[in-house]
């Protein structure tokens, strides 16, 4: 069996009156990725807080190495390493000077944590930019630092809060190449996304909705839950596409941002029984597998974004 090296049971934490998380209760193993997937106002910046001991978690709700959280945190803080979303860098040092500093924060110093700081940077990339300083560095460059920084350590747990926020996609590729071969090593790693292809790339996923847990699974096994394509539908006239749908094919579509959305195994076989039912109805019409949007919509009836 998989060595669990977070529990959560039926975490629940408020904020005066304002329910932040609600009964949540998973388990992450030793050596995942593991991706919190929430719109904003979803819980993941409470959970994140907790897991980084930055707020005291509620007494046995959270275990972290098999340690109640609401413990010893100093021995938590020691296996642990975080990356926040903000920018922690001074981009007046050099990057080898950013570690460095870090480093004295956790009692490191001589060669020790020279030979660290070596490592860490030639693990994301950057042993060559080592002695110069990060106001120069792109967005991709300065996060491969914060990773660095927070591998310093040599931490069991690696968090991350939205690591690819404000990155362009080269940039986010080679964070991902970066948190792949970092996760080969052994470290597991736990990360809070809004961004869809991000959490596709976990090994698990959790999906938060207004502080509740509403699925967990590998983003795979959770695409294959639709059942089947998505079939998109544009109409000048929706309201009576779907009457239409209704009455020839027995079809009761969804309706989001003026479209409509079957769920249909073979899809693209479909599609012309579809035309052939309302052919001047249909303004336009596309057929795709299951994505993590769709997860969310079939889950909640809403849109990610909504």
């Known amino acids: 069996m998989p060595e669990p090296i977070l529990e959560i049971s039926k975490l629940t934490y408020a904020y005066g009156q304002r329910t932040a998380l609600s009964d949540l209760s998973l388990s992450v193993n030793r050596g995942e990725i593991f991706g919190f997937l929430g719109p904003n106002g979803s819980g993941k910046t409470t959970l994140f807080r907790i897991l980084s001991t930055l707020i005291p978690a509620p007494a046995n709700t959270v275990k972290l190495f098999g340690h109640d959280a609401d413990g010893d945190l100093n021995q938590i803080r020691r296996r642990i ?16 000077e950013n570690l460095r500093h870090h480093g004295h924060l956790y009692g490191l110093s001589g060669s020790d944590l020279e030979d660290r700081i070596a490592v860490q940077l030639r693990k994301v990339g950057l042993i060559d930019r080592a002695k110069e300083r990060v106001g120069g560095f792109s967005g991709g460059m300065r996060r491969r630092v914060e990773l660095a920084k927070g591998l310093l350590n040599h931490p069991e747990i690696l968090l991350l809060d939205e ?71 544009v109409s000048r006239d929706p309201d009576g596409l779907e009457q239409v749908l209704l009455e020839k094919l027995d079809l009761k579509p969804d309706r989001f941002d003026g479209q409509l959305r079957i769920e249909r195994s073979h899809g693209h076989e479909f599609v012309p029984r579809i035309i052939e039912a309302a052919p001047q109805m249909v303004d336009s019409i596309s057929v795709g597998k299951p994505t993590l949007e769709d997860v969310f919509i079939q889950l909640t009836g809403q849109r990610f974004n909504e």
Not at 217 to 232: H, Q, W, Y
């Open 81 to 96: 390493g975080v990356v926040f979303q903000s920018p922690s860098l001074d981009k007046q040092l050099t990057a080898e």
């Open 163 to 233: 690591p690819s926020t404000g990155l362009d996609p080269a940039a986010r590729i080679d964070l991902w190449r970066s948190l792949v071969e970092i996760q080969s090593t052994g470290v597991t790693i736990l990360l809070t996304t809004h961004l869809m292809d991000e959490a596709d790339r976990c090994s698990r996923l959790a999906i938060l909705q207004s502080g509740r847990l509403i699925a967990c699974d590998t983003p795979t096994a959770l695409k294959e839950k639709i059942g089947g394509d998505v079939i998109s539908i």
